[in-house]
């Protein structure tokens, strides 16, 4: 356990009606989540703490933990739990230099059955989200991060020795023919739905669980954007080869079922999707290299896939015009 | 052949106009009421050939003009023709859930 893990782990044991004391349940050990610079994720019993990167905007993260909590989101988002005593206003605790905010503890996704994963679910969860205008909330929304995310894991490549030189420029060149806004050079193309801004499976969990209905979790990008970035990445998969094509009909579908805006109702997806899953392809490459390269092994079939996406980008140099914004 | 034609029940994803659903020797497909392309559904494309190569050990060919396929599902141009299907299962299971 890292000290950060370590120190999410005490707090958890010292919140009120966790530790020996609690009388409900076995309190159990603290298990570590998650692990990374972005993010430390700490569980014990029926509770979450979760330390941000260290980089966040404070402000930034302290707006996107109150839209969390803002009813406009209940059902759509995981609540957080309120800021523990003694805590500063806000629901954040500085430890270590790192934000930490407390969640309740929902059932994820199971990695080892992807085939049962909640496609359908995740798609209606996602067309609600997208439902709500930014200017709803009765205080401003940072711009979503998906461009930030994509413009780090490029550099995230560069910075990685041993990336084998054709893949980095394969990948180099597809994120040079991306329009500014989508490398995070430009504001935003459009920002009139609320996104979650860095969708995977990973990122929903049923709560109560078990089998309490699924939510939207880890708000650390959401904000105001282009709606089709949270579908980009199964897009991208799709496009990739990687994901099979009836799962992808049943999620765009679910989607369009549902009312999502992010796309046109029928017809061709793609001229709102190209963009967005051309950037999720090219940070999934970028991150996949850099990982490769720190292994000090080759790409693996599912990452070179992503590899010789990007090399396909660069042939098909006739990017579809962009969409006419939405009307507000 | 017979063909039968019943309602339309999607748009062409290439001119926009209605696709009518036939019945063509048990394989169900959309023809554009437009343009006249065809989409076909997953495993429609090898149903036809199957026929197709059924009808012509029982008659000389003729030549048809090849009906033009649409993809099951829409695509972009820098996409892979194809699914990559188990290949990678491992390393793709694990990309469906991380950043």
Request: net charge neutral; glycine share 8%.
């Amino acid at each position: 356990m890292t000290s950060i893990a370590g120190e999410l782990a005490v707090l958890l044991e010292h919140l009120p009606g966790s530790g020996p004391t609690r009388s409900s349940a076995a309190p159990g050990t603290p298990v570590v989540l998650a692990d990374r610079p972005d993010g430390t994720v700490v569980g014990l019993g029926d509770r979450v703490a979760k330390a941000h990167e260290a980089a966040s905007d404070p402000y930034a993260l302290d707006t996107r933990l109150r839209a969390a909590a803002h009813p406009l989101f209940a059902g759509i988002l995981l609540a957080p739990l309120d800021a523990p005593p003694r805590a500063p206003a806000g629901s954040r605790v500085p430890l270590t230099g790192r934000p930490v905010s407390l969640w309740p503890r929902g059932e994820p996704v199971s990695p080892d059955d992807p085939d049962a994963a909640p496609w359908e679910a995740t798609a209606r969860l996602l067309a609600r989200l997208h439902a709500v205008r930014p200017g709803k909330l009765p205080f401003p929304l940072p711009p979503m991060r998906g461009p930030h995310k994509a413009a780090r894991a490029v550099d995230r490549m560069r910075a990685a020795p041993g990336v084998r030189p054709s893949a980095r420029s394969a990948v180099e060149r597809a994120w040079s023919g991306l329009p500014h806004w989508a490398r995070d050079e430009a504001p935003p193309r459009c920002r009139d739905a609320v996104c979650h801004g860095d969708m995977h499976l990973g990122q929903l969990v049923r709560h109560p669980a078990p089998g309490g209905p699924w939510l939207l979790i880890d708000v650390d990008d959401l904000g105001a954007g282009d709606p089709a970035w949270d579908l980009a990445r199964p897009a991208a998969w799709f496009a990739t080869g990687l994901l099979d094509p009836h799962v992808w009909a049943r999620f765009l579908g679910a989607y369009r079922a549902a009312g999502g805006r992010a796309v046109a109702a029928e017809g061709d997806p793609w001229p709102q999707l190209d963009v967005p899953a051309r950037a999720l392809t090219v940070q999934s490459a970028a991150v996949a290299l850099a990982k490769a390269a720190a292994e000090a092994r080759e790409p693996d079939d599912a990452e070179q896939a992503l590899i010789e996406a990007c090399s396909r980008m660069s042939a098909d140099v006739n990017l579809p015009p962009e969409p006419a914004h939405r009307a507000p | 052949m017979t063909v039968e034609e019943m309602e339309p029940t999607m748009q062409c994803p290439k001119c926009r106009a209605p696709m009518h659903t036939y019945n063509r020797n048990g394989v169900q497909i959309e023809q554009c009421s437009g343009c006249r392309g065809i989409f076909l559904d997953y495993g429609e494309l090898e149903s036809l050939t199957r026929l197709e190569s059924q009808w012509s050990q029982q008659a000389p060919p003729v030549a048809p003009a090849p009906p033009q396929a649409y993809p099951p599902q829409a695509a972009p141009a820098w996409g892979h023709h194809g699914h990559h299907g188990h290949h990678g299962h491992r390393s793709f299971g694990r990309m469906l859930f991380s950043s």
